[in-house]
């Protein structure tokens, strides 16, 4: 069997969302084709209002296209019922916020839980799970507190620990350090990076921080809600760039080149200060 095809996990095709908006149209995705690996650590980038957010969404089944496909683990999900779907990111999805959306009343291990208990996990085992991963986090000491009582860097720590309960085989996450300073930013996209290359699972972020493009195997740039380019880190650190509009099938250009994140991949490791 193919391995590529074994390997795939997500694959996007014709994905087109169109809003209405009293008579007006807003075409936010206008034909979008893009895949996954397992594994595969994918940053979104793109301009305000280029439709980062809609395809994310879309993606995490949390809203539906207005045309194409989108099958993740063998499912169609555009096509999903609502309780299927429901039970669908139960199982496999995991999502970070930019705004952390921590339940104010709970404490970060009960915040952390959360998702384990729709999975049916006992309560002993939950707060086992919870607590290696606010360790993992660096919150051990903050188990017990509540959102209120941790600094923006520390809520969305919790929120990072919440995401990967459950070792849903997909992350996504919007903005993820899109409410904190840049020291503090590359500190947290360290800790999500690590975290999902350790269980080998799926990363899907969207951020307007192109500090954080280093991280990405697999870079989508969008403009207008269409693709401009896919950057992919390819084995040994060299990159492939697949560009929409390319008519020349000249994949050296000079251009190719000077836009391509490469360089920048190959000094991961150097970009945290
Ligand atoms: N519910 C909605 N109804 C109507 N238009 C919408 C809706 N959601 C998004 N849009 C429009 O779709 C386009 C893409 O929006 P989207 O939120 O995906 O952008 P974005 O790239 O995430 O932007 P930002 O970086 O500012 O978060 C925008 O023009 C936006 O106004
Ligand atoms: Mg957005």
Redesign the pocket.
Known sequence: MNTKKQDMIIEVNDLV?T???GKER????RGVDFTINRGEIVIIV????????????MLAGLEKPTKGNIEILGHNIAKMSENKLTKFRQKHIGFIFQSYNLLPTMTALQNVSLPLVFKGVAVKQREREAAKLLSAVGLKTHMFHKPTQMSGGQQQRVGIARAFAGSPEIVFA??PTGNLDSKTSLKVMDLIAQLARKKRQTLIM?T?DRALIPYGDQVID?LD?KIQTITKKAEGGSCEIDKEDDTTGNSNSVDDINSCQCSDQCHRDTVRS
């Open positions: 969302k809003y209405l908006l807003v075409r936010a995705l793109g301009s305000s209002g280029s439709g980062k957010s809609t395809l994310l969404n919007d903005e969207v307007h969008i809600g």
